[in-house]
Nanobody
Framework: QVQLVESGGGLVQAGGSLRLSCAAS????????MGWFRQAPGKEREFVAA????????YYADSVKGRFTISRDNAKNTVYLQMNSLKPEDTALYAC???????????WGQGTQVTVSS
């Protein structure tokens, strides 16, 4: 199916910005929704944002609304996560996934680490 590769993570000071990329590849690509998730040590994986491959529908977790923006470039088969006003609590491994049906996610990428220092 689809393979996903995340990139763009790194170390940034509080208040800074990062843009994550999720590049999709594979002979089969017929997903309608892509999403970003994150997981910090000792914490459960949490939903961050999602976007339809076509159209303008976007969804955000309350914790990132107003700070993060999800977008896509269909020509590049890439979904982005622009993260502004980063906080130490945003520190986590960020991974992208494709919605397999109305509730399940799959084709997880390996993740990219985001570390926000005080």
């Amino acid at each position: 199916q689809v393979q996903l590769v995340e990139s763009g993570g790194g170390l940034v000071q509080a208040g800074g910005s990062l843009r994550l990329s999720c590049a999709a590849s594979g002979r089969t690509f017929s997903s309608y929704v892509m999403g970003w998730f994150r997981q910090a040590p000792g914490k459960e994986r949490e939903f961050v944002a999602a976007i339809r491959w076509s159209g303008s529908n976007r969804y955000y977790a309350d914790s990132v609304k107003g700070r993060f923006t999800i977008s896509r470039d269909n020509a590049k088969n890439t979904v982005y996560l622009q993260m502004n006003s980063l906080k130490p609590e945003d520190t986590a491994l960020y991974a992208c996934a494709v919605m397999l049906d109305g509730t399940n996610w799959g084709s997880w990428g390996q993740g990219t680490q985001v570390t926000v220092s005080s």
